[in-house]
């Protein structure tokens, strides 16, 4: 591994943290996530930095970034553009919507009907949007986060399973340490410290970077150990509808990525371990229904560990 690469990773975790203080674990996942090619869901309760997190996770990449409030009045065109007649030319042209950037951040996205949720689908997984027939390529690279709030029902909307699905993985942010919450206290205005970031990286940078993560080496033991982990999902009791091939990919490619945070060439099963939780709990669903979203949440979380802690783990 290039020792560029490892300099490149450490300077966007440290730039994020100039905002995001006492929250390593939490940054560090998010640029998993990003060097995995996958997408961010945010969720926590109101108050804890979860727009902080993906808007200084975005200024640190030198791309294109757009931020869509979520609300229940938005259709469809509102994200991914609409075709306005030329009069002119007499032919329909293209507008894009605030879907073609390389960062999207997704603000409330439980805010919004389903009929404009489902309007990501396509984007989140083939990278283009689909309008009059004609398929327009969105930007590389190209990530969205999302960020919603798992206790309140007033004027939301359940994200469906197939759009949970898209995400590579759900990061719980969690109250800081008393010392960093001093140190957010004291800070006025978190906006002042997010437009004072510089880029850590380049756009052609992270694809470099990106196309590195292939390269990590999984061992056949390490490949069946995650395959263990996400079929065994599908036949616990207490789970209704296990984890898709989709998720074993996610925990895959994941591992992968964590192995070249931590510059090393090869996945370890801790790496796999470690990424369980936050590449396999909101892709299940469980037979017993919590009072709220965050208890249900709570309940996936052990159901995932208990199936980690049975597994044998490859020497």
């Known amino acids: 591994m290039r020792q560029e690469s490892i300099a490149g990773i450490q300077r966007l975790i440290g730039n994020v943290e100039q905002v995001m203080f006492g929250k390593r674990e939490v940054v560090e996942l998010c640029v998993i996530g990003l060097l995995a090619r996958g997408h961010l869901l945010i969720e926590d309760v109101p108050g804890i930095g979860k727009t902080t997190l993906a808007q200084s996770l975005a200024r640190s990449i030198d791309c294109s970034f757009t931020r869509i409030q979520f609300t229940s009045d938005m259709l469809p065109s509102d994200v991914l553009g609409v075709s306005i007649l030329n009069p002119k030319s007499n032919e329909f042209e293209f507008r894009q919507g605030p879907i073609f950037a390389s960062v999207v951040l997704a603000d409330e996205i439980n805010r919004t009907p389903p009929k404009t949720q489902s309007a990501l689908l396509e984007a989140m997984s083939e990278y283009t949007v689909s309008m009059d027939g004609i398929s327009h390529k969105l930007p590389r690279p190209f990530m969205v986060i999302a960020t919603q709030n798992p206790i309140e029902y007033e004027g939301t909307y359940v994200l469906p399973e197939s759009q949970i699905d898209r995400f590579l993985l759900r990061v719980d942010i969690g109250y800081p340490p008393e010392a960093d919450e001093l140190r957010i206290m004291r800070r006025h205005n978190p906006l ?79 790496d796999v371990k470690i990424l369980a939780v936050p590449t396999l709990a909101h892709r299940i669903l469980v037979k017993s229904r919590g009072a709220d979203l965050a208890a249900a949440a709570l309940e996936r979380e052990r159901i995932i560990r208990e199936i980690v802690s049975d597994i044998k783990v490859p020497a």
């Open 192 to 270: 002042d410290a997010i437009a004072a970031l510089k880029p850590a990286l380049t756009a052609e940078e992270l694809l470099a970077l990106q196309a590195e993560v292939s390269d990590i080496t999984v061992d056949n033991s390490v490949e069946q150990y995650i395959l263990n982990i996400v079929r065994t999902t599908r036949t616990h009791e207490q789970v209704r509808l296990g984890a898709s091939p989709r998720g074993a990919q996610a925990l895959y490619e994941s591992s992968q990525a964590r192995a070249m945070v931590e510059n090393r060439d090869f996945v370890t099963p801790d």
